[in-house]
């Protein structure tokens, strides 16, 4: 059994490797969720092909005799959570158990320690068997995620006419503007100053310092965004009095893969909480890709399972879990040096 571990760079590797990356991972990603259909090569191209500035995301291949057996990625902020490091590892179902994982986590540890990260970080489907490795190592379970589903068709659009017009009366000092790629130069600054406040969700037992996104951050996540052919429909609660941002949500819709979007942040600030803008803020998103995107058929989100408030309103939205998963941390020295005494 010839074995061969080579890193890859999704940027400027040859279309060629990254198809046989992709028809890899199909199979793996349905694993986690059968029921769902493969990603489409043209959508993992051009998520691979544009990572943001800020971000290293190198990955690793495994091949026995030629062929892929196991593979791994890596993801490290040059700029902040300096500390911090992920590394996810798959292995072909037929190949498990052999010690593979091992052979390919060696050069990522390695990796890591060189870059000088300190804490490292991974996830799994709650319930999976490499838990076990998991804590062996060191790591330790200390979030979980509940990804939850909202079938469209299922929308109760007169429930999410009555949060927006509810909302109006009940917070008649705030307004809410939509937001297009690129945003007006004059909004960039007090947006991102806004989603500092995504630092208040709760992290459980996960140990990150607090993410900041500047302008020109902003600007580069926008540029990715419209090269790998994403769009981002966002709203933003304004404090008519002051003029402060004080709330948002953005739905990612998708042109390489249309029925599929993503509910990422919604975020109230604390001192404007309780007046209902989270459900203001989310049902006027809904309605905006329910009445421009019809081809979106499910929207996905993710959330922390203690996150009982913003889950209370995805579960009226109609929103429910299809999968959940824990994110694992520990001391990356102590993994490393444990996986080598192994």
């Known amino acids: 059994m010839e074995i061969q571990i080579q890193e890859v760079d999704t940027r400027s590797a ?40 800020d ?26 959570n300096l500390d911090n490091a992920f ?48 804590d062996r190592l060191g790591l330790e379970s200390v979030y979980r995620e509940k990804r939850s589903r909202l079938i469209v068709a299922d929308v109760d659009m007169d429930l999410m006419s009555s949060w927006i017009e509810r909302a109006a009366e009940r917070a008649s000092d705030y307004e809410l503007i939509y937001l297009e790629m690129p945003f007006p130069d004059d909004v960039v600054e007090k947006y991102c100053e806004l989603q500092f406040q995504m630092n208040t969700a709760p992290r459980e037992k996960f140990e990150e310092d607090d993410e900041v996104i500047t302008p020109e951050i902003w600007r580069d996540v926008e540029e ?58 989310k049902g006027a998103g809904i309605v905006k890709v329910v009445e421009e995107r019809p081809k979106a058929d499910r929207i996905d989100t993710g959330n922390a399972g203690s996150n009982e408030p913003m889950l209370n309103i995805n579960i009226a939205m109609g929103f429910k879990p299809i999968l959940i998963t824990d994110a694992w941390q520990g001391d990356l020295a102590t993994a490393r040096d444990r996986l080598a005494s192994s």
Do not use: C
């Open 14 to 53: 040859p279309e060629s490797l990254l198809a046989e990356m992709h028809a890899y991972y199909v199979p793996l990603r349905a694993e986690e969720l059968p029921d769902d259909p493969p990603m489409p090569f043209e959508r993992q191209v051009a998520d691979w092909r544009n990572i943001r500035e």
């Open 55 to 80: 971000e290293r995301v190198p990955r690793w291949l495994l091949r026995v005799d030629g062929e892929i057996a196991a593979v791994a990625v890596a993801f490290v902020n040059l700029d902040q």
């Open 87 to 134: 590394a996810r590892i798959h292995v072909r179902p037929d190949l498990r158990g052999r010690g593979l994982g091992g052979r390919l986590a060696r050069p990522i540890f390695d990796f890591l320690a060189e870059d000088g990260r300190k804490r490292l970080s991974t996830y799994i489907v709650q319930g999976r068997p490499e838990a076990a490795l998991l």
């Open 224 to 281: 990715k965004m419209v090269s790998s052919f994403h769009e981002l429909h966002t709203y933003v609660a304004v404090h008519k009095p002051t003029g402060d941002f004080v709330g948002s949500t953005t739905i990612n819709t998708d042109k390489l893969q249309p029925e599929q979007a993503w509910q990422w942040e919604t975020v109230v600030h604390p001192d404007h909480r309780n007046r209902g803008l989270g459900r203001w803020l």
